[in-house]
């Protein structure tokens, strides 16, 4: 049980150039997250999935595209990179209990410098 | 708005002896539930212990305890006999029953000294 896995660890990018953070899970969650944590700050919410093929924007979209085709997989995919997009983004899930709000499981993060 | 504040941008404590980390929050809901979780220099985000609203009693998890004052809206996290391994930036976070959002305080950085 691997739990939740993000690919790649760390990345260097320049400005305007696209790539996709890879976000896996095994624990068969309804509910997938991305978030954006910036030097000393806390995370905030890009996007948010509550199935497959269901997904919604949270605090801070722009910039970041998502799909989820699978229960599974929840990649985040950024176009057209600038500088401000230089953080650690962490992938997160967790279960669906009705009335319950369940504890996320986080990835290790991804690393990425945008230059 | 909900908000998560987390008034300490760091402290410091010695080995063996107890913190207190703050968190107080801002909501007119009723039904929701707290999280502390812990990130270490891995970056791995860590749940370290979780409250339900509804439930008067504070959650406890060995070392780690919470002191949830709900009128108040505070949610202060005690570490007694503090280790080195308890190192780390500790994240406070909130979340209304019923929605898919998780609101996160901007942390405070413990450091266990030997």
């Known amino acids: 049980n691997a739990g939740v896995t993000q690919t790649p660890k760390f990345r260097i990018l320049k400005i305007g150039q696209s790539m996709t953070l890879q976000c896996t899970q095994d624990m068969n969650h309804n509910y997938m997250y991305w978030y954006r944590q910036d030097p000393g700050m806390g995370l905030k919410l890009i996007y948010y999935s509550v199935g497959a093929g269901i997904t919604d924007k949270g605090e801070v979209p722009n910039g970041y595209n998502v799909s989820r085709s699978t229960t599974e997989d929840f990649p985040l995919r950024l176009e057209l990179a600038a500088p401000s997009q230089t953080s650690v983004y962490f992938c997160?899930?967790?279960?669906?209990?009705?009335?319950?709000?369940?504890?996320?499981?986080f990835g290790p993060g991804t690393r990425l410098l945008v230059l | 708005a909900q908000t998560v504040t987390q008034s300490q941008p760091e402290m410091s404590v010695q080995e063996a002896e107890t913190v207190t980390l703050s968190c107080t929050y801002d909501?007119?809901?009723?039904?929701?539930?707290l999280f502390w979780y812990k990130q270490p220099p891995s970056r791995q985000m860590i749940l370290v212990i979780r409250q339900e609203a509804y439930k008067q009693q504070n959650a406890t998890e060995n070392r780690f305890s919470v002191n949830f004052q709900k009128a108040a809206k505070s949610f202060s996290l005690k570490i007694s006999d503090s280790q080195l391994g308890d190192t780390a930036m500790y994240f406070c976070?909130?979340?209304?029953?019923?929605?898919?959002?998780?609101?996160f305080g901007t942390g405070t950085r413990l450091k266990v000294l030997a």
């Open positions: 997160a899930s967790s279960p669906s209990t009705s009335g319950v709000q369940e504890t996320q499981y």
């Open positions: 976070a909130f979340s209304t029953s019923g929605t898919y959002k998780y609101i």
């Open positions: 909501t007119s809901e009723n039904n929701y539930y």
